[in-house]
């Protein structure tokens, strides 16, 4: 059956992009995806990108609202969504792509700002929303694990500070571009040996980086497993993260938002800590905080 929506959700990553059809009461009638994320994309290429996704969604001769967020607002992305500054209530401001196709309105959601220390977030201020959404009135740290693991301070309903740590991204790095890549190569998983590493760099955070190159000496001269390296190196990365963040997350309220594979290690690490957390799906923060932009824009008009 042919589906017409009255407004579309889109998440735009620099990797992928998924589509939610939506009916005018906020129900997801359908979902479309695509490999095709802002990394590989001129400007000029997201309107065709996205028609063709979504085109059997579209009325002739009927302008469907679209509410995009994610690195489609980037500098490189479709057309650049100015940062809110920070301190700001998520979902603050949109900003109008330019489109050739009259079916479309393509609005993308602002990324937020910090100016000391520097930082920025695009997308995390969606899903962000979303959560507020599903829980009013909540006050604490919300914790986003990614490539670029974001640490949020909220109060009253505003981002009051933030703090992107690249750990997600070292470990990529350390694991396929450096000498640590013959060490590590393994799917398999030891818990027991992740724990203690998240211990060790806890402690002593200022000694990661002889205890990473332990990973590759450990292998040479007494034969250690590549599962026991790689939950190792997770475990050192993710615990020298935690020491420097444990300002935004001892003491408070924290939920995780992020999907499970990358939230696991963060929940049980903290979880030794004794710090109580509320999980969420990424999927459905991600179209609660559309929703509720699709919602504040349109009391705007």
Not at 23 to 34: C, I, K, P, R, V
Not at 149 to 176: H, Y
Not at 230 to 249: C, F, H
């Amino acid at each position: 059956m042919s589906i017409k929506a009255d407004w579309i959700a889109v998440d735009w990553g620099t990797s992928s992009l998924r589509a939610w059809a939506m009916n005018a009461d906020g129900q997801d009638l359908e979902t479309a995806s695509s490999d095709q994320g802002m990394g590989q994309l001129l400007p000029s290429e997201f309107e065709s990108v996205l028609c063709a996704l979504i085109a059997p969604w579209l009325a002739d001769n009927i302008q469907t609202n679209v509410i995009a967020c994610g690195m489609v607002g980037a500098r490189q992305g479709w057309v650049e969504a100015p940062y809110e500054p920070a301190p700001c209530k998520p979902l603050s401001t949109m900003t109008k792509a330019p489109t050739n196709d009259s079916r479309l309105n393509v609005q993308i959601i602002a990324g937020v700002s910090q100016a000391q220390p520097a930082d920025v977030m695009r997308g995390e201020e969606t899903q962000i929303a979303g959560f507020q959404k599903l829980n009013p009135n909540w006050d604490g740290v919300i914790c986003l694990p990614g490539t670029h693991t974001k640490w949020v301070q909220m109060s009253a309903g505003e981002i009051v500070s933030f703090q992107t740590f690249m750990t997600g991204e070292i470990f990529a790095l350390l694991s396929t571009a450096s000498v640590l890549r013959h060490s590590v190569s393994s799917d398999a998983w030891d818990q027991p040996t992740f724990d203690q590493a998240v211990d060790e760099a806890m402690s002593r955070p200022e000694a990661i980086a002889a205890r990473l190159f332990g990973l590759r000496a450990g292998s040479l001269l007494n034969n250690m497993p590549a599962n026991i390296a790689k939950s190792r190196l997770s475990g050192l990365l993710i615990g020298a993260e935690l020491a420097a963040s444990k300002p935004y997350w001892l003491g408070q309220p924290l939920a995780i938002i992020g999907p499970k594979s990358m939230s696991e290690g963060y929940a049980t690490a903290l979880a030794a800590q004794h710090v109580p957390i509320t999980r969420t799906d990424t999927a459905q923060m991600t179209l609660a905080g559309l929703k509720a932009a699709y919602t504040d824009w349109k009391e705007t008009l």
